[in-house]
């Protein structure tokens, strides 16, 4: 779309063309509305990218989003998107060492397999069956919650009447989670794997008064109604390019290479000034739809901008010739990478962590959790990769805010990936720099990302993944009917830090679309 063609108007503009954008352009080019999509980079999709990052090397790996879980399958029937995902047979493994024993516990293989693991960790039943509860009472409030997020924002009491217990409503929506997971579990371990859903990019401690540990614990456990995490098959970038589809089938327009750099509204109209290698344009629309965090909002719109929320989180892609071994041996290596490998994730730990970077300190055994991929699905992997028995690892590093880079992001970076690494090698029979591939000019296949590198390359405001602090899933003051208004009439914000955004969802993409054919 050349930028001296004129202004051209549309039914909608969405800024941004990132997976919720797309979303939202799919859906209203399907009801028959004319709709531009412009996007800065020379390619859509956003964090939900595959790319190959390694020179010379054929993996494709989803460099930032990476695993699927809050993705409605109603989002991917309605739009007849070709995507599909995969389950993981095993949910976790947490090596550690008891008595001066490698050992650990695995989650997952059936349920007498992981009730076996619990007795062997822990020496009783005890844990497991507190286990079982708490997840029964999560998996009902999955199943209660999770169908609302696309339909208009139910109000606090409305949404405790549908999840209709009360102890559940006390221990995620009203007391921080370290309460309940104390008046829970017993075993140090078994409390700190608990635990992390609630910190994933969330720099909060157990017990943090404002609940924003809570909140991020909801939204990890809701996903499908089950809190089950999947595998999107041929990379996160698989969704992405479906949605891309989706849209342009429709009739969308979709420009990349396009830089919204202003809005202007009256309230009725909108004009949308944009930036090309060729020059500036305008588009005019009925509606404008910002698939971009606040901050960015409030730029394009010259309001106030919203004080940022700082990422905290350390992402590692690698690219293996083989999985490392394990110390505890009676532990395959292919089952502990398939689900979550937790490292440095007990209990203690984590609040010793997250209390050393509170005081400015990188943590001295930083928090992270790992996963393989190729196991589940080795379409990333070119067929002599997979041939030859390459895997994949993802590492997602917590209590890593963006305040500790600031001195020197890649001297500061080395470092807190030196010590990750270190922690994964403890508990591994062989370093893990031995299993790591070279590229084409023979360096290993690996690369860190941190907050400010986020922000850098995806203009996340202070790197976090989430745009701003996670929402409760309910209408508070000021959110509108379906938690994407603004202030600005017709303008309504698509991106994660929606109302109920956050994670890949295609969330507050579905409901953008649906307030302007409600309207």
Not at 326 to 338: G, H, I, T
Not at 494 to 517: D, I, W
Request: hydrophobic share 40%.
């Amino acid at each position: 779309m050349p930028a001296n063609e004129g202004t051209r108007t549309y039914d909608a503009v969405i800024v941004g063309g990132g997976h919720n954008g797309l979303v939202a352009a799919a859906y209203l080019a399907r009801a028959g509305r004319s709709v531009l999509v412009l996007e800065r980079l020379g390619h859509t999709g956003g964090a939900a990218v595959s790319t190959r990052p390694f020179a010379g090397v054929d993996a494709r790996l989803s460099r930032y989003s990476y695993l699927v879980s809050l993705l409605p399958r109603k989002i991917v029937r309605d739009l007849g998107l070709r995507f599909q995902v995969r389950g993981r047979t095993i949910s976790s493994y947490t090596p550690t060492e008891r008595g001066g024993r490698a050992t650990g516990l695995l989650v997952g293989g059936g349920e007498r397999r992981t009730r076996e693991a619990f007795a062997r960790l822990t020496g009783g039943e005890h844990e497991y069956a507190a286990w079982q509860r708490f997840y029964d009472m999560t998996s009902r409030v999955a199943e209660r919650v999770f169908p609302t997020l696309t339909e208009p924002l139910p109000g606090r009491d409305e949404l405790r009447r549908r999840i209709d217990d009360e102890t559940a409503w006390r221990a995620l929506f009203e007391e921080p989670i370290g309460v309940t997971v104390e008046e829970n579990f017993t075993d140090d371990l078994v409390r700190g794997v608990v635990l992390t859903d609630a910190l994933i990019g969330t720099f909060a401690d157990a017990h943090d008064p404002s609940l924003a540990q809570n909140r991020c614990f909801l939204y990890h456990v809701i996903g499908g109604g089950t809190g089950a995490w999947d595998v999107p098959v041929g990379g996160m970038g698989a969704l992405t390019d479906a949605l891309a589809a989706a849209a342009r089938t429709a009739g969308a327009v979709i420009a990349t290479g396009h830089e919204a750099v202003r809005v202007a509204t009256d309230g009725k109209t909108a004009e949308v000034t944009y930036r090309t290698a060729d020059g500036e344009g305008v588009a005019a629309a009925r509606h404008v739809l910002v698939n971009a965090s606040p901050q960015e909002l409030a730029a394009l719109m010259g309001d106030p901008a919203p004080e940022p929320a700082e990422g905290a989180q350390l992402k590692v892609n690698m690219l293996l010739t083989r999985l490392p071994r394990l110390r505890d041996d009676s532990v395959d290596p292919r089952e502990a990478f398939a689900g979550t490998y937790h490292i440095a994730e007990g209990y203690r730990q984590l609040a010793t962590a997250h209390a050393q970077a509170a005081a400015g300190e990188l943590p001295a055994a930083p928090p992270s959790e790992i996963y393989c991929h190729s196991l589940t699905d080795p379409t990333i992997l070119g067929p002599d990769l997979a041939g030859r028995g390459y895997q994949t690892l993802t590492l997602f590093g917590l209590h890593t805010p963006a305040r500790l880079f600031a001195r020197d992001n890649d001297a500061v970076r080395e470092e807190l990936l030196k010590s990750t690494l270190a922690q994964l090698d403890a508990h591994l029979a062989e370093p893990l720099a031995d299993c790591l591939a070279t590229d084409a000019d023979g360096r290993p296949c690996i690369e860190a990302k941190t907050p400010l590198d986020l922000e850098r390359d995806l203009r996340l405001p202070g790197g976090n993944i989430f745009h701003r602090a996670l929402s409760w899933p309910y209408a508070q003051e000021s959110t509108g009917r379906w938690g994407v208004e603004t202030g600005h009439p017709g303008v309504l914000l698509c991106g994660a830090g929606a109302v109920r955004g956050g994670g890949v969802s295609g969330v507050p993409g579905h409901n953008a679309a649906m307030a302007v054919l409600e309207s």
